[in-house]
């Protein structure tokens, strides 16, 4: 199983700041096969990110993604009020599908 | 854009089991993935197993192995899960979520609005 560890749990920043979010894997994530997730309290996530660095239907350009093998970045460029959640990456090169245990993104 | 609409919040008891549904519409049912993840309180999200209807041999996550059962019926355009031996760490919203590709267990677009299920004596 691929464990992913995200870095930090907890990020403080505020409206119009960069945010960068961390994914670690435990072992290389074949073919890029990693996604970013938004999730807010009472709301089912949203996909933001897929195959590292494309963007879902709909997300803003202010979401990017990078990274390969074990290492992986999403980043925020201008944070908008909205973007205050949680985010998990998660891994699907592999089976068993496997998240990351998320990096909290808190006003500061 | 695909819907997906879930059964209503369950209570159960320790030990016993429960069905969820997952009923898809304004897209193609049978070749996409119907995968479930859940959440319990205060925790992050875990992929639970999937499966795709036209080929109706599931993928189940290890650490549910013999206690959860997915099913689809194609007629119906509806998926199910099925959760037994249920103890209080089973608490948790599930959600279905339906794969971005077709005939592949990958990322989801596509997300029911989640299945609230209590166990509690």
């Known amino acids: 199983e691929i464990v992913l560890t995200q870095s930090p749990g907890t990020l403080s920043l505020s409206p119009g700041d960069r945010a960068t979010l961390s994914c670690r894997a435990s072992q290389s994530v074949s073919s890029g096969y990693l996604a970013w997730y938004q999730k807010k309290p009472g709301q089912a996530p949203r996909l933001l990110i897929y195959?590292?660095?494309s963007r879902a239907s709909g997300v803003p350009d202010r979401f990017s993604g990078g990274g390969s093998r074990t290492d992986y970045t999403l980043t925020i460029s201008r944070l908008e009020p909205e973007d205050f959640a949680m985010y998990y990456c998660q891994q699907y090169g592999r089976s068993p599908l496997t998240f990351g245990p998320g990096t909290k993104l808190e006003i500061k | 854009q695909v819907q997906l609409v879930q059964s209503g919040a369950e209570v159960r008891r320790p030990g016993s089991s429960v069905k969820v549904s997952c009923e898809a519409s304004g897209g193609t049912f049978s070749s996409y993935a119907i995968n479930w993840v859940r959440q319990a309180p205060g925790q992050g999200l875990e992929w639970m197993g999937g499966?795709?209807?036209?080929?109706?041999?599931?993928n189940y996550a290890q650490s549910f192995k013999g206690r959860v059962t997915i099913t689809a019926d194609k007629s119906t355009n509806t998926a199910y899960m099925y959760l037994s031996s249920l103890r209080s760490e089973d608490t948790a919203v599930y959600y279905c979520a339906r794969d971005r590709i077709p005939y592949d267990y990958g990322c989801w677009e596509d997300w029911g609005q989640g299945t609230l299920v209590t166990v509690s004596s």
């Open positions: 195959g590292a660095s």
């Open positions: 499966i795709i209807p036209s080929v109706a041999v599931p």
